[in-house]
């Protein structure tokens, strides 16, 4: 009988067949037995051939028991070893009475060896026969559907995971990748590993359709590494997830996915100090502001994870406001805490709002993340960037000081660092104005910005947007071929502003480690490999998706940078730098601000300009280029 007739027969037939197999290697372990104790079989008689069938009988009623036949074949555990030999023990102790009771009515002896023999024999056989049954299944599960594909990581993942397919049937194993020395040229379980620079030759003998990455706990680098090696080949890549999901229980090593752009940029993420995410929430009257937009929500959901005795989120979008409220009460509802969350609908430009929620729930930390944050649709809008960027921080930071907050953290951005933009320039003229309220006495209140440049897959960023072009078949839109950004992610953003606003005395400028930057460029033709497609180019002329370059758009810079001045300093957690930026002092930072006020009041977009690039240079802060009058083109992706 062939594996494949095996696995269509139904249960029970299944069940049957074993059944009459085992009876027949067990009569064979018998006569077996016999014939090795005698080395002869001329006096083999009338109670060996009781034994036969005795174990004909009562044998595979013993294996049930200990439940062989209740254990699918295919999937085999390491437990199957313990069954094998009870239900061989017991089938023994079964030829041992039979034999017993035969010597009281014939007065005839079963020598004193055969049931050692036969139960060595038994053992070997029965466990034998199910280990070959197994092969037998597997291989025809391959033949019938394997699809040839990799595995790179010949470690613990990498075997479960090849485990966990051989049984399936899905996937036929061809290869292992590793890269550590001492596994390449060694084979796991019957695959040969090899080298990370054999992966070209090996895919294209071996007909290669996938790789799939078992490395958990390699970093970003090392795994973009190898999906852009795999990907230029014309292989997918799929991977298993990662040690945390693994370990929390939301994900198991076999369930493989598409590899998320999101997994391979940004820089290794770094421990978090618990101590220093608790000090300035645990317990504490706490206030988010833009509480609704990418990176407030996202602390809104971290400061929840540190017991504050209250939350209080607010935003001037009602739909966003209403959907990260909704999130956090459910999320208290499902923890049973005792956290309260207020939400509160208005805009940080609001004094009097600022000042009622302030002192009503005697705000002690607060977060300031509402802003104007895509550079064209600001640079359209002059007027209102400043509005929201410069003055509704100063309204925040004083109505926060009069009202005894302790703590003011305010979310800046690499942008403001030479700024190009009116979103930049309005940004470090906000970092300027906290900069100079720290500097008075009186307040009490700790002031400090925390900058960082792009996090992956917040509103309007450049990576959703590419997934939709992608999806619609493109093309894919691309500013210049030397476009650099930095990325992060959005949660490890939102927990370093925490830990940086808990490491602040007062007028700091803290900037995030964001690693290496990433080539726009780059980053489309990855996207478009992941996603299964070709790039379209001079080198591919018949590829699915091209890859336009429709110029810098007006207020974007070809690179970001963090500083102003100089490298930060270090401080004790290895992800935050200390920068020392100029600032102009409040009574000569008073007058220019006045001017920009009554700029915005007239809605004198050129004037708007004007204060904002002539203040920051006397703060110390030269634009990288002139902020440029408004071109026609408008977009909102901020990349």
């Not at 929500?297 to 971290?302: A, D, K, P, T, V």
């Not at 309220?437 to 959703?464: E, K």
């Not at 001079?538 to 336009?548: K, R, T």
Request: glycine share 8%; net charge positive; hydrophobic share 45%.
């Amino acid at each position: 009988m062939t594996g494949a007739s095996l696995i269509r027969l139904p249960g029970r037939a299944k069940i049957a067949v074993a059944a009459a197999a085992d009876a027949a290697v067990l009569v064979f372990a018998v006569v077996a037995a016999y014939g090795l104790r005698h080395a002869t079989y001329e006096n083999f008689g009338q109670l060996q051939l009781l034994l036969a069938g005795s174990v004909i009988v009562f044998g595979p009623a013993c294996l049930a028991l200990c439940g062989l036949y209740r254990e699918i074949t295919r999937y085999l555990g390491p437990d199957f070893v313990m069954r094998v030999l009870k239900g061989c023990a017991l089938v023994t102790l079964v030829l041992i009475a039979t034999a017993f009771m035969y010597t009281l009515a014939q007065q005839q002896q079963m020598p004193r060896t055969m049931p050692f023999i036969f139960f060595l024999l038994a053992v070997l056989l029965i466990g034998g026969l199910r280990l070959g049954a197994r092969w037998l299944l597997l291989r025809a599960s391959r033949l019938q559907r394997g699809r040839p594909v990799a595995i790179f990581g010949a470690g613990a993942a990498g075997v479960g995971l090849h485990a966990a397919l051989a049984q399936a049937g899905t996937h036929q194993i061809v290869a292992y990748f590793d890269d550590s020395p001492p596994m390449q040229g060694r084979l796991v379980r019957g695959v040969p590993v090899h080298a990370a620079s054999e992966l070209q030759h090996v895919v294209q003998t071996k007909g290669v359709q996938a790789v799939l990455l078992a490395l958990p706990s390699a970093n970003r680098t090392r795994r973009r590494q190898i999906v852009e090696q795999v990907t230029r080949l014309g292989a997918a890549v799929l991977t298993v997830p990662t040690l945390a999901e693994i370990e929390d229980g939301s994900a198991t090593v076999d369930q493989l996915r598409p590899v998320r752009i999101e997994e391979l940029l940004g820089r290794p993420a770094a421990q978090p100090d618990q101590q220093l995410l608790r000090h300035l929430i645990a317990g504490r009257q706490v206030m988010v502001t833009g509480a609704g937009g990418s990176i407030g929500s996202e602390l809104c959901r971290r400061i929840v994870a540190h017991d504050p005795a209250t939350l209080l989120v607010l935003d001037a979008s009602e739909q966003n406001l209403y959907q990260i409220e909704m999130e956090l009460r459910e999320e208290l509802a499902r923890r049973r805490s005792s956290i309260r969350v207020e939400a509160v609908l208005g805009s940080v430009c609001d004094e009097v709002t600022m000042e009622r929620v302030c002192r009503s729930h005697r705000v002690q930390t607060l977060y300031h993340a509402a802003a104007y944050k895509h550079v064209p649709i600001v640079e359209r809008n002059e007027c209102a960037g400043a509005e929201t960027n410069v003055f509704g921080t100063i309204v925040a930071a004083q109505v926060a000081a009069r009202c005894g907050v302790e703590a003011f953290v305010f979310i800046s951005t690499d942008k403001a660092v030479r700024p190009t933009s009116v979103m930049g320039a309005s940004k470090r003229l906000a970092e300027m104005a906290l900069q100079a309220l720290q500097a008075q006495d009186g307040h009490g209140m700790r002031i400090t910005m925390v900058r960082f440049g792009n996090v992956l897959g917040s509103s309007g960023s450049v990576i959703p947007l590419f997934r939709e072009q992608i999806k619609r078949g493109g093309p894919v839109t691309v500013t210049h071929t030397d476009m650099v950004r930095y990325f992060m992610t959005i949660p490890e953003a939102a927990d370093l502003v925490i830990q940086a606003g808990a490491m602040a005395k007062g007028g700091e400028v803290f900037v995030l480690d964001m690693g290496e930057p990433v080539r726009i460029e780059d980053l489309a033709r990855n996207m478009i490999r992941l996603a299964g497609r070709t790039v379209r180019d001079a080198a591919n002329p018949h590829g699915d998706i091209e890859i336009v370059y429709t110029g810098v758009r007006p207020g974007e810079k070809l690179y970001e940078e963090l500083l102003i001045h100089n490298s930060p300093a270090a401080t004790h957690h290895p992800s935050i730098g200390l920068g020392s930026e100029p600032f102009l002092p409040w009574p000569e930072l008073e007058a220019h601000l006045n001017r920009l006020r009554a700029a915005v009041d007239q809605h004198d977009e050129a004037a708007v300009r004007q204060v904002l690039v002539q203040t920051i240079q006397l703060g110390g802060a030269t634009p990288a280029a002139p902020i440029r009058e408004s071109a026609p083109h408008v977009g909102a992706t901020r990349q």
